[in-house]
């Protein structure tokens, strides 16, 4: 629909005469609010409105479950049947929240064109002088010096280079084409060579932008390696630009094509999609993204968090915005036209936010009270709903930012530059280390003068938990499992120094211990250590963290939460293991005495007792070694690059990583990781669309139907069980984007208040970081359970089930294509993020989420015969994916480590192309049918919902880090997770007309 202005009104509607000069605006919004009522009339026979109404009745009390199969073996640390691959830069095995994710890591597609050009701090730089000055002096040298480990390169136009058919040389060789360049600007990735002319650097991408076909004669155009080359005679040449995938800046027309383009490229039509889908899907991923030399894996998610790493980079670069700049950004009054289509909506980011003008919103007002009133399942009422409550959200924000200042994105950027200062870094050398060590009581190995009768294990243990660290004991304050409104202080088994108990206990893995010894002596022996000291220490920490490793409870021994679950007193703690002052302990770690009334929850009463014995009858200098050793190892990430190659080393045995990644990426991924709301504040005003969580929401309540329409039909699960069943999916939270508070510079000041961030001091603000986390957790204690608190950060590509919570979470990260994007075809947003939507709907009742009710508590509420039949046929699961074996390695899937995911993806994606059938079934209109194809494939569009579902799974990954992945991975591989849910589809095998008894299409199906 066409935007009207008010000034256009004025003349081209009659109905304006007589009006007086306030009202004038409103006649022609009233016009406009008649015309669309009468397509909600018109659209109301074609569409279906859900509308939800989520009960809170009461859940009958059932006896508790007395076989619970609620904890994945792998689970190292029990946390109250946490189990995630998302984990914490120190020793934790699992996140404070019975969550699982989507993914095992947070990727995000970020464009060139909407990156931060000016980034590098040179003697031409084109940022102001003001800010500048607020960069430190040293920091501003250092960057002039490095630029190139930014890897930006503003002088050289990008080539673009591919394969094909006709570039095959006689011999068989492949060459390289220069393609014609396009009229506008374009931004591609590309490697570059040393600036010494040297080999190729293939540790990062470099960004080439700033260019026009105007000035590419004048530029001397740089040869191309022979690794920029892909030798693929049917791959097409990589010319798709992403600037049409970011912020509405592409016509519907060519991100239609880009995304095109870009699915074809990666498909092998030389295989039967009915034989291999994944590799009919995938085909051609490896040989169009071989995997860099500083990763161990390449994919798809992988791919995109390049380019997440990257903006996030420019933004902790780029300059403050101050409250003159707020004001003038946010001054324009206007109107933006009003679009019944969602995914037509214009995007709505933070910083392009126009406010409409006060006669423009009272005539919106009065427009939606009429509605409310006559017609109150109008789909326009819920879109001025919607509008105004994201304007007068952003209103308030505005007035309470105007005055403020934004102290925790500085503290970001501060610890950004900290960590970015590598020349002051190199001058203090590793005597942070040092000296945090004589603060700690000294490190024996380093200190011939240790006092072995001043050593207190169980003090230095605390002292470390206030460091985040969780070494003999794992501490935290949570929700209890079974009380989960309740914060309560939680004990559990310690984690290792390697993924798990098998490293340090199995023969076939001595190669991995031989390699973490190896490096253990190297690090020590740098910090001062004479390298027989070095050797004697090192051996004898091996050999106690077998003991230890030994000590610990097997998964297997562990899946049995309720067996491990004990809620008691303090007292009653210290009276069966006395050897420990539980009571010490917390008063440390706390910062205030406790009670021995105190309420605690312990998963690991066995391990604890046979920790104490081991540690009598170890001698207290190995003791300390090892507490040390456990706490140094994280903090040699915190200074200069003397254990860069020793890392590089252990790193390469351990997962096949052949090259470190450069120093930004690092520095990024900490401040990220740990300053995670302050970061996601910045992402989200300038990169996110806010019409994406209103078209999320509408896709959820779509797939909860679905959910419950399958529930219903569900033969094996009895009626008093389904019922619970569905109060459980209708009382999920919904939590999209980013949380609200993150755009108030008052409330995201006060979430990091507390902590000091020094531009000059990388080191210390690493410890502050800790501390702080570690302050922000053990503050919960006492206080009631924030069921709508967010526990991760919005730049993250991923998305989470928490089963305390029976919440849903989907940050800003992974509302981005491949998953959505609000001009793709309705199949490929379903075929992405329907697909997701379902998965995480899924969780709620997979082999962990159905021990859990709809408030979060951990009790039985099946039926012993729902319970049986479930087993039955999860059983067929584990058999079926058990049996898939990563051919590379010669090692299989783990079907029952991995259970909870594949029901999870199983069911997803049997929701999500329901969804989408019945919304296809509703369409009438042939232009909106038409739409639902891209002329560039010949598909349907119910064969693009599945083929955007497996490419977003494409990827290739180094022998090492498959062995170690399989060892601990929730999730399977890749390859997997698309032939073993689409080979249980009968839906899949009647779209593409497979033939029973085909690969793809089994006779027997297991979901």
């Known amino acids: 629909m066409q935007e009207i202005s008010d000034s256009e009104s004025v003349h081209k509607h009659d109905c304006r005469l007589g ?61 109250a049947g946490v189990l995630s691959e998302v984990l914490d830069v120190e020793d934790r095995d699992l996140l404070k929240d019975t969550r699982t994710s989507f993914i095992p890591s947070q990727p995000l597609i970020i464009p060139a064109e909407c990156q931060q050009k000016d980034i590098s701090v040179d003697a031409n730089d084109r940022k102001t002088e003001e800010y500048q000055k607020q960069i430190n002096k040293k920091t501003l040298n250092f960057l002039r010096k490095k630029r190139h480990e930014l890897q930006i390169d503003f002088h050289h136009p990008p080539l673009i280079t591919s394969t094909s058919p006709s570039s095959i040389n006689d011999d068989g060789n492949t060459t390289e084409v220069l393609h014609e360049l396009p009229d506008e600007p374009l931004h ?42 892909i030798s693929c005679t049917n791959c097409r040449p990589k010319v798709v630009s992403l600037n049409s995938f970011w912020k509405g800046e592409g016509t519907r027309e060519k991100i239609r094509s880009t995304q095109a383009e870009i699915m074809k490229q990666y498909i092998d039509n030389s295989v039967d999609p009915c034989v291999d889908f994944y590799q009919y899907a995938c085909g051609n991923w490896e040989k169009l993204n071989p995997i860099p030399k500083d990763k161990a894996a390449y994919d798809t998610f992988e791919k995109l968090r390049e380019s997440l790493d990257t903006v996030l980079r420019d933004l902790l670069l780029e300059e403050p915005k101050t409250a003159n700049t707020v004001t003038q950004t946010n001054s324009v009054d206007g109107i933006t036209s009003l679009n019944i289509e969602s995914t037509e909506n214009p995007p709505q980011t933070q910083e392009n936010h126009q406010p409409d003008s006060i006669d423009v919103q009272n005539a919106l007002d009065l427009i939606a009270r009429y509605l409310q009133n006559h017609n109150p399942e109008s789909r326009l009422l819920k879109r001025l709903q919607n509008r105004h409550d994201i304007h007068r959200k952003r209103r308030e924000l505005d007035l309470q930012n105007l005055d403020g200042t934004n102290e925790a994105e500085t503290k970001a950027r501060n610890l950004f530059i900290s960590c970015m200062n590598y020349e002051l870094l190199e001058k203090r050398g590793v005597e942070p280390i040092l000296d945090l060590a004589k603060s700690l009581g000294g490190w024996p190995v380093l200190d011939p003068h240790w006092n072995e009768s001043a050593f207190d294990w169980l003090n230095l243990t605390a002292h470390l938990r206030l460091h985040n660290n969780d070494i003999f004991i794992v501490e935290w304050v949570g ?19 390697l993924p798990t108990r098998e490293y340090f206990l199995k023969d076939s893995n001595k ?23 070095a050797v004697q220490a090192s051996n004898e920490i091996v050999e106690f963290e077998i003991r230890l490793a030994n000590i610990t409870s097997a998964p297997e021994e562990r899946s049995n939460v309720s067996v491990l679950y004990r809620r008691k007193t303090l007292k009653s703690l210290t009276e069966e293991i006395p050897q420990i002052d539980w009571q010490k302990y917390l008063t440390i770690v706390l910062g205030q005495e406790v009670s021995m009334n105190e309420t605690v929850v312990m998963f690991a009463t066995d391990y604890m007792k046979d920790l104490v014995a081991l540690i009598e009858e170890t001698e207290p200098r ?22 860069n190659e020793a890392k590089q080393k252990f790193y390469f045995t351990l997962f096949g990583r052949e090259e470190s990644p450069p120093r930004w990426k690092n520095c990024v991924n900490q401040v990220n990781s740990n300053m995670g709301m302050a970061v996601g504040a910045m992402f989200v005003r300038k990169y996110f669309d806010e019409n994406s969580k209103r078209d999320t929401m509408a896709m ?22 389904k019922h619970l069943a569905e109060l459980k999916v209708n009382a999920m939270s919904l939590r999209i984007g980013y949380p609200d508070f993150i755009l108030s510079h008052e409330d995201l000041n006060d979430k990091y208040k507390d902590l000091e961030i020094n531009p000059d001091k990388y080191f210390e603000n690493t410890l502050n970081v800790l501390k702080h986390l570690t302050r922000t957790e053990q503050s919960k204690l006492r206080q009631a359970v924030n069921k709508t608190a967010w526990n991760t950060a919005p730049a993250v590509v991923n998305a989470y089930y928490s089963r305390n919570k029976n919440q849903i979470m989907f940050p800003a990260g992974i509302l981005q294509p491949p998953f959505y994007h609000r001009y793709f075809p309705k199949s490929l947003n379903y075929g992405g993020i329907g697909v997701v939507i379902g998965h995480e709907l899924t969780h709620g009742f997979d082999d962990k989420g159905r021990l859990f009710d709809r408030e979060g508590n951990l009790h039985r509420w099946w039926s012993e015969d729902a ?15 058990g049996n898939y074996t990563v051919q590379e390695v010669g090692i299989a899937v783990d079907g029952e480590n991995t259970q909870g995911e594949n029901i999870a993806d199983n069911g997803g994606i049997k929701q999500a192309y329901q969804a989408y059938k019945q919304w296809l079934d509703q369409q009438t209109d042939p232009e909106v049918l038409e739409n639902e194809i891209l002329p560039e494939l010949n598909m349907s569009s119910t064969q693009l919902f599945f083929l955007n579902f497996a490419q977003v799974w494409c990827g290739a990954m ?24 689409l080979s249980n589809s009968p839906d899949f095998a009647k779209e593409f007309n497979c033939p029973a008894g085909s690969p793809m299409n089994p006779t027997n199906k297991y979901i």
């Open 479 to 497: 929700p209890d499992i079974k009380s989960s409104d309740e914060n309560v202080i939680q004990f559990d088994q310690t984690s290792l120094g």
């Open 867 to 881: 319970i049986k039949e479930f087993h039955n046929r999860a059983q067929c699961l584990i058999n079926q994916y």
């Open 188 to 229: 591609v990735l590309r490697r570059r060579r040393d600036s010494d002319g040297g080999a190729f650097d293939t540790t990062s991408e470099t960004r080439d932008v700033l260019w026009n076909t105007e000035n590419t004669e004048k530029e001397s155009k740089p040869e191309l390696d022979e690794t920029e080359k």
């Open 511 to 533: 190669a991995y211990l031989e390699a973490y010894r190896e490096y253990m002596i190297t690090v020590i022996n740098i910090l001062g250590a004479d390298y027989a000291n």
């Open 700 to 721: 959820t309540n779509e797939l909860q139907q679905t959910f419950r329409e399958i529930l219903n039909s569900t033969e094996w699960i009895d009626i008093a069980t």
């Open 958 to 981: 180094r022998p090492e880090a498959s062995r170690n992945k399989l060892k601990t991975a929730v999730h399977s591989p890749g390859k997997f997770r698309v032939i073993g849910t």
């Open 19 to 79: 009006i007086n000069k306030n009202t004038a605006t409103l006649i022609p919004l009233f016009c406009l609010f008649l015309l669309m009522s009468h397509l909600d009339v018109v659209n109301s026979t074609n569409q279906k409105i859900n509308v939800y109404q989520f009960t809170s009745q009461d859940t009958p009390n059932e006896v508790e479950e007395p076989l619970l199969t609620g904890l994945d073996p792998k689970c190292r640390g029990i946390r």
């Open 622 to 643: 190995i003791v300390a070694n090892y507490l040390m050793w456990r706490f140094i190892r994280h903090r040699v990430n915190n200074v200069d690059d003397s254990f």
